[in-house]
Nanobody
């Protein structure tokens, strides 16, 4: 059974940093792509970042490029999202998500919510002014 559990969310001032963690079980990163999505109040769910199982390539939304970094720890079954220079518009519920290795999009294997096979329950990030 695939399980994804996010942690690390919280309240932070603009310009600050947070590191989100996703603890996973029931699969390996050799077979599944893994990434992060977010949903801000009143907005659609958007892809934030993901890592390809095929070659380890990382993908980022333009809005977070050069501020967020995704990383994997295969030995601990953890995936991280390091978020720096946070802005109020980064406020959202952040979800960890996976899908089976394969070809999806040139923008990344988890570049759309429609590509997701499994979701975590989310962790809330609030960025204040």
């Amino acid at each position: 059974e695939v399980q994804l559990v996010e942690s690390g969310g919280g309240l932070v001032q603009a310009g600050g940093s947070l590191r989100l963690s996703c603890a996973f079980s029931g699969f390996t990163l050799n077979d599944y792509n893994i990434g992060w999505f977010r949903q801000a109040p009143g907005k659609d769910t958007e892809a934030v970042s993901c890592v390809s199982a095929s070659d380890g390539t990382s993908y980022y939304a333009d809005s977070v490029k050069n501020r967020f970094t995704i990383s994997r720890d295969k030995t601990k079954n953890l995936v991280y999202l390091q978020m720096n220079s946070l802005k109020p518009e980064d406020t959202a519920l952040y979800y960890c998500a996976v899908n089976r290795k394969g070809s999806y999009s040139v923008h990344g294997p988890l570049s759309s919510p429609g590509f997701v096979d499994y979701w975590g329950k989310g962790t809330l990030v609030t960025v204040s002014l």
